[in-house]
């Protein structure tokens, strides 16, 4: 009964996405109030019966219920909880549903606290919300059930793929949809500001806590998955430009573009269009990259179970949503009066530069990504990798570094170079000291070198723009950006000195054999069989001390699952503050050795620190405008009420 | 350049900025794809037509049974792939993939030097307990056979 | 004017993009690697017989004059499993099938046709996969058109879905000329 109700509940709330979406155009005429004043009840009501629809799978598959086929496919009674938990939206199925609810909840609760814009515009962004999402729905409930049933009912469920078994790849979706979904209510606003022709600071300002909702939750998403690539896949690399990792990112590029030009909006009432067409994009990305991943158009390291229908119906919802949109945008653009000038010498300046280098790298990834669809369209098949994005999409990130380094320091509308150049001096001289002394002291190759030198750029820059101010009295949004520009500076650092400096062995060793990487020295002290609850590994034990310190334990495993038989190596890490030290164990040689592959790579922690710090930056900005929002909110409530008062 | 620019003005450095970028971008990435994409050769066509050694491409097609073997060192491995029409040695140092084995498919990635493929990475693929992203597709009736089948 | 003509643009890019991804649909991917037999005789190969209801198979079965179908498969795979009742409907039509079990038990076979039904006129055993690499077959089940001199038509990789079932009768029909 319990996937009944869940499917009930689904197709209650597909309906009153209908009815939300009815209700929003024909609100709109003259006379229309009591269709209007149905919108915002419906939404919220949506949003219940999704999450209760989501509740009732999660409860399926906590309780193994092995009729349902969904369950059965995807789950096993024997696995540990959190991964039957996790089971639920580590498919297709329910990783829609997931999606699904999200953006139920967010329409919802914007349906419930947004009263800032005018009715007008906020009926056609609800409106624009349950279109979308009458999109979605279509697809769970007629291309994708999650509750079908199958009877009678199997024994044993058919497991889970035993490289999903992994808490941060449980983790790893919800992260991403949730960015997803923060897109989608960017891209809502800017229909509904579109239809109703009206762009403004207001708009923005309502806009961007969701666009810095989604782009912390995405930069998670990426930093996490990157590392997850990092330590499950045993290949040592962070970053592969694997088309399921090009699917985050060209989001995540959008997003970031997006967030900085709804920031000139807000503040200056410049960039009109500009925002409008990348709230556009950003979610397009975001539609784009879940087609891809979920199409099986593209091959990719990240096997996931694809499916050609299905990638028909994202494809049409694909080119509904955003053909729809850019359609109303190439009607109604020329119709948006251009916003306030500024001088190219400008804060909005430099954040044009941003949004232009950014919008470049997006491109850039893109068609990396897409080019093998191109060419295999015309019978040749090849495949892209890092020696086109690295160079390339360096070639526009580094300039734009250097923007980002100075950009914060100006003043909105113009400004003048003198006022900035000690600060610029500073900032240049930071960057050349680096540069030599990495050049002549490590002889660095020349993107290592100038990565390095960058970071040290952006890092001193970073902090400048708090010189001279209290920094008590700071707002958080300006903390927020500090704190994210210097965790770009870290994450580069990371990537620069661990491209420059990382050290491999390969070798074959016995047990007692000694093999030295970098400054470790790793002893193999024994191989032993092990189990655990799916699985058996033979485990390497191996003894590790830094520059003849004293011995660290690290046991590697190579493990073989049995529902399904699969095989995975499980890599072992060491980490100092200056790095880490990476182990993997392969199989046996024909005359009694353990294949081992070790790396000493410094630093590369970095990496994912920086991102942590870039989403502690945005996390610190949210809660900034959030907070000046709510405060806002709570003393006109109270100016109402003591008038109100004082009337009396 | 102190005065705020003219409307006009003003948006056309910003179009010529961005036609600029966009113009840049695109030549870089054409020509960087053109150079640097990685082509996917099998054995006869790698055969008739060797890529030049400092180009990285994909080889694919079967691990020849029987000539898998590994060297003293314990990591390299040479083997030979074959397509039934032509075969190459390859070699790869590093641990191979869980589903590689002789008589599978394999596609590698690496390099062509003197008449041997240097590896840096192999992918296995298509072994005896391959799924087809089809079977996702299957009929209630397949799928609850198939689930018995695999407990 | 400027601003819906670059929007113009963007659209074109969309609307090419659309058709990009919708080609690629079309075309169902095939990332496997083909059989290089195709066009070829069969090689010479005796299998025994994987049960003992149904004879072994040799290429000089195959050159008969009457084309076949050679499905490659094993009770241990789930694909195979999947397309059997495509295997039973090509049958019920006329296509003689014979099989090639690779790395099989005669008792498993059993149970495996117990519950699916055995559409194949005769079983070899390939237990050391020799005859699924000769005829140039990767992975299981895959399925082969053989005509009537022996000589290998075409290969159907993956498991034989329902829409398969006319393509494979029209080439076993091609075979016959």
Known sequence: ?648 | MTAAFKPKHQRLVLVVLALAAILAAGALAAWALKNQASYFYIPSEIVANPPAADRAVRLGGMVRAGTLKTSPDGVTMHFVVDDGHGQVPVTFAGIAPDLFKEGSGVVAEGHMIDGTFVADNLLAKHDENYVPRELQDMSKQQARQTVAETK | MKGVRWSLWVLAAFAALLGLFALQLSRPKNDTVESAMIGQPMPQFALPPAIEQRPGLSSADLADGTPHLVNVFASWCVPCAAEAPQLAELERRGAPIVAVAVRDRPEDLAAFFNRYGNPFSRIGADNVRTVQLLIGSSGVPETFVVDGKGVIRHQHIGEIRPEDVPDLLARLRDAKR
């Open chain 1, 1 to 648: 009964m319990i996937a009944e109700f869940g499917l009930a509940c689904l197709w209650l709330a597909a309906s009153l996405a209908a009815l939300q979406l009815v209700a929003a155009s024909l609100g709109q005429r003259a006379g229309g109030e009591t269709l209007a004043s149905v919108v915002r009840p419906a939404a919220v009501v949506q949003a219940l019966l999704c999450g209760v629809a989501f509740l009732m799978l999660l409860w399926v598959f906590a309780r193994t219920d092995l009729s349902v086929l969904l369950v059965a496919e995807n789950s096993h009674s024997e696995k540990p909880m959190i991964y039957k938990i996790a089971g639920a939206w580590g498919n297709h199925e329910g990783s829609m549903l997931l999606w699904v609810t999200i953006m139920a909840l967010a329409g919802g609760l914007i349906a419930l606290i947004e009263h800032r814009l005018p009715e007008r515009t906020m009926l056609a962004t609800l409106g624009a919300q349950a279109f979308v999402g009458l999109g979605f729905y279509a697809f769970l409930l007629f291309a994708s059930n999650p509750f079908a049933r199958i009877s009678p009912a199997p024994a044993e469920g058919n497991g889970l793929n035993p490289l999903l078994q992994d808490i941060g790849l449980a983790m790893h979706p919800p992260t991403l949809y949730m960015g997803y979904v923060g897109l989608s209510i960017a891209f809502s606003f800017a229909v509904g500001a579109l239809l109703t022709r009206n762009v403004t600071p207001d708009f923005a300002k309502v806009m961007r806590p969701w666009i810095l909702g989604a782009w912390i939750f995405l930069t998670l998403g990426i930093t996490a998955g990157s590392y997850w690539a990092y330590y499950e896949l045993g290949w040592g690399g962070w970053w592969f430009w694997d088309p399921v990792e090009n699917a985050s990112l060209m989001p995540w590029l959008a997003a970031t573009a997006l967030l900085h030009s709804a920031s000139v909006l807000a503040s200056r009432d410049a960039l009109r269009t500009w925002t409008i067409m990348l709230g556009v994009i950003a979610f397009s990305m975001s539609m784009i990259g879940t087609f891809l991943v979920r199409s099986g158009i593209l091959t990719s390291v990240h096997a996931f179970a694809v499916d050609p229908t299905r990638g028909t119906f994202i494809l049409a919802l694909l080119a509904i949503n955003i053909g729809g949109a850019l359609v109303l945008f190439a009607a109604r653009a020329n119709t948006i009066a251009e916003g306030e000038r500024f001088a190219p010498l400008s804060r909005e300046g430099a954040l044009v530069i941003n949004n232009v280098a950014l919008s470049a790298v997006l491109g850039i990834v893109l068609l990396g990504t897409l080019y093998p669809l191109v060419t295999e369209a015309f019978g040749v098949r090849v495949s892209v990798g890092p020696p086109y994005f690295n160079p390339v999409s360096a070639a526009f990130v580094f300039p734009m570094l250097l923007v980002l380094a100075v950009g914060p320091l100006l003043r909105w509308r113009r400004d003048r170079f003198a006022r900035v150049k000690p600060a610029v001096i500073a900032i240049a001289a930071a960057g050349l000291v680096v540069l030599l002394a990495m050049w002549l002291i490590a002889g660095l190759a020349l993107f290592p070198l100038l990565g390095v030198s960058l970071a040290a750029v952006v890092a001193v820059a970073a902090f400048l723009p708090l010189q001279g101010r209290s920094l008590k009295r700071l707002p958080l949004p300006v903390w927020g950006m500090a704190i994210a520009h210097f965790g770009v500076a870290v994450a580069l650092f990371g990537m620069s000195v661990d491209t420059a400096f990382t050290v491999e062995k390969l070798s074959a060793a016995g047990v007692g054999d000694m093999v030295e990487v970098g400054p470790w020295q790793v002893r193999l002290t024994a191989v032993e069989p092990v189990a655990g609850p799916n699985w058996t590994a033979l485990e390497g034990r191996l003894s590790a001390s830094y520059k003849g310190g004293a011995g660290h334990m690290l046991a590697p495993q190579s493990r073989t699952f049995w529902a399904p038989p699969q095989t995975t190596s499980e890599s072992a890490l060491l980490t100092r503050w200056n790095g880490q030290l990476y182990t993997v164990v392969g199989g046996a040689t024909q005359d009694g050795r353990w294949q081992l592959r070790l790396w000493w790579k410094p630093f590369v922690t970095f990496i994912w620190f920086g991102g942590l710090l870039i989403g502690l930056g945005g996390l610190l900005a949210l809660i900034g405008r959030v907070s000046v929002d709510v405060r806002r909110r709570v003393a006109t409530r109270r100016i109402a009420a003591r008038r109100a008062e004082t009337a009396r």
